[in-house]
């Protein structure tokens, strides 16, 4: 998986007993080294991504993607924040186009698009892994909330006008800057976070206590390589 990575990752891998393997990502576009992540069952990737709040660099869905069809392991792209980008970016297409292909797993998380953050409603194009999936529901919790089911459904059909989308705000662009001027001091390409090197000095807890930020995550907790980050959050009521 990525390094840094969404905290809850590591949670699936342990509760089956797997190793993990680390992908570092690189400022000043966070991209994953594909070619050298080692072979595994699975591949995980996250753009937009959380916590560095990057959109997937030019072609980390290309060569080196592609060539990971040959070690028979899955690919989980979380898509979580894939509508929410800024400043006219395109968040990319996913993996492998659209067509479900044998060696894919395509994660497609819909609930934050349509503000169902809490309900952790996605898609998978893998009948093996559905298989697996299904026989897991069936034993851990039977199955999804219908009308959790029915109203992801309803918004996969073409409601586009309840879409969450990223619009630039004061916040945003008081707490960034662009890569080029600054590439290792702010970063907000896409999500509805601001990762954040923190100045000398100042760390998570002091950022509270001074500027009285509202929730503040330290990038220690998101990854060992993280520690001086932080990230915050630009949501709103």
Request: aromatic fraction near 8%; charged fraction near 20%; glycine fraction near 12%.
């Amino acid at each position: 998986m990525p390094d840094p990575y969404y905290p809850d990752y590591p949670s699936g891998p342990a509760l089956a007993g797997a190793d993990i393997g680390l992908v570092p990502l690189h400022a000043p576009d966070w991209a994953p080294d594909l070619e050298a992540a080692p072979r595994a069952a699975a591949l995980y990737l996250n753009y937009p991504s959380n916590p560095v709040c990057g959109v997937r660099a030019a072609g980390t869905f290309g060569r080196p993607f592609a060539g990971r069809s040959g070690t028979g392991g899955a690919v989980v792209h979380d898509a979580a924040y894939i509508d929410l980008v800024y400043d006219g970016r395109d968040a990319g297409e996913l993996p492998g186009g659209r067509r479900p292909q044998k060696d894919r797993c395509r994660n497609v998380v819909d609930s934050k698009t349509y503000g169902m953050a809490g309900w952790r409603v996605g898609f998978v194009w893998h009948a093996e892994i559905v298989e697996r999936i299904n026989l897991l529901n069936d034993h851990n919790r039977v199955g999804i909330f219908r009308p959790v089911q029915a109203g992801n459904g309803a918004a996969a059909h073409g409601t586009a006008g309840l879409r969450l989308r990223a619009r630039p705000t004061p916040t945003r662009g008081a707490a960034t800057c662009s890569r080029k001027r600054c590439p290792s001091r702010s970063f907000c390409e896409g999500t509805f976070y601001v990762w954040l090197r923190l100045p000398g000095g100042l760390t998570a807890e002091s950022l509270l206590a001074r500027a009285h930020a509202s929730a503040v995550a330290p990038g220690e907790a998101l990854a060992r390589a993280a520690a001086g980050w932080a990230r915050l959050s630009l949501a709103v009521t």
